[in-house]
Each structure stands twice: as C-alpha cells, then as structure tokens.
C-alpha cells in the first residue's frame, strides 16, 4: 500500500494530528482489505503506537483515562461554539513536555464537571471548567503560547486555553464575527491560524 499524506493539522501543536493519521489508516486498512476488525480491536493494535490513537478510531466525546485507552463516552449534546486555534512556529515536544511537569504541584482541572457542562450544553459551564495542568510546562518551552491567550481575551473571546501539550492555543466565543475581525492579525504574527466550529447538528425525525 502506498499512502500519501496530506496533513491539515501542524505537527507538535497538541491536537492529535498524528494520531488522527494513524486512526484513518487503521479504519482504511480496515475496510479495504475487509478484515473485519472491530473498533476495540483496532484500539488494542492502536495503542501499541500512539496513545491517543483510540480516541481517534471511535471520533467521539469521551473523558479518557489509562495512557488513553480507557474511553468513557460522553452522551451527545448540542453544544456548539465558535473556535479560533492558532500555533506559533515553535512547537512543543510532548515527551519534553511531560518530564518538566511536577504532578505534585500541578493544577488539575475539574473534568467531572467539564463532562456535566458539555452534556447540559451549559456554554458558561464550559468555559469556566477551562484548564490544562501541561500549559505551565509548555508555555516555559514557548512563551508565544502566553501571548496568544492575552492576545485573544483581550480581543473579547470568553476563553482561551492551550490544546494538549501545545503549542496551539484555541479561543472560544460564540460570535463568529469576532472571529473573523481579528483572523487577520492572528495570520500575520503566527504561522497557523484557522477558525473552525464544533457543531452537533439536529437528529432528523423519522417519517
């Protein structure tokens, strides 16, 4: 087989790029050559990679626990916002990262109640749950990652938070116009800048 890749998704910006691409191969290797794998046992071959590569196979909400193997699925709700990511054009080794995290004085966030909010589509809820106990590390790495989040809660956004192990950042609001009047200047000072949405559209009725 011969693939090739074309990624979307910087590397070294904490949002599981690589392990996306390794969950698509999986599901395609899957389905092309039929071999009738179930999702559990893609996930078992899966994490002999990549950690995240579960999460990835089943592309749900869930809260993820273990080294990522264990997935507790989040029922699905109606939350919807609106989200600017962006990378400055250092990255973060997620190993480094990892190793200059003191667990014993780290902020862990409440993900009991990150869970309960996302479920009640409580937007406020969400935001005020924000938290990554790798930011800390990170931000020692690449300091861009601070100013990124000063940039966009002092253009207006509600929250903003690095993703995994960085170095991208996302900001939340429910505005879109907001996002589209600084986009612009996000473009030009970093190297990665894109507005996106997360969107669970309506059930159709049946009949």
């Not at 990835?56 to 609106?82: K, M, P, T, Y």
């Not at 990892?98 to 937007?123: Q, R, S």
Request: hydrophobic share 35%; charged share 25%; glycine share 10%.
């Amino acid at each position: 087989v011969r693939i090739h890749c074309y990624k979307h998704i910087p590397s070294q910006a904490g949002m599981g790029g690589g392990s996306a691409d390794g969950a698509a191969i999986f599901r395609a290797m899957n389905s092309l050559f039929h071999l009738r794998m179930s999702y559990q046992d893609m996930c078992e071959m899966g994490k002999e990679i990549g950690a995240d590569i579960a999460f990835c196979v089943w592309n749900r909400n869930a809260v993820v626990g273990g080294i990522g193997e264990n997935l507790h699925f989040i029922d699905r709700s109606r939350f919807n916002c609106h989200l600017l990511i962006v990378k400055p054009k250092k990255g973060v080794s997620t190993k480094k990262c990892f190793d200059d995290l003191d667990i014993e004085t780290a902020v862990h966030p409440d993900i009991d109640l990150m869970k309960h909010a996302i479920e009640k589509n409580d937007y406020q809820g969400v935001v005020d749950c924000l938290g990554n106990t790798l930011e800390a590390p990170s931000i020692k790495m690449v300091q861009d990652i601070q100013s990124i989040k000063d940039d966009m809660m002092n253009f207006g956004f509600d929250g903003a938070l690095m993703s995994g192990s960085g170095s991208s950042v996302f900001g939340m609001t429910q505005d879109p116009e907001l996002i589209d009047k600084v986009l612009p200047y996000f473009k030009k000072k970093y190297s990665f800048a894109i507005k996106t949405q997360i969107y669970y559209p309506e059930k159709r009725k049946k009949g």
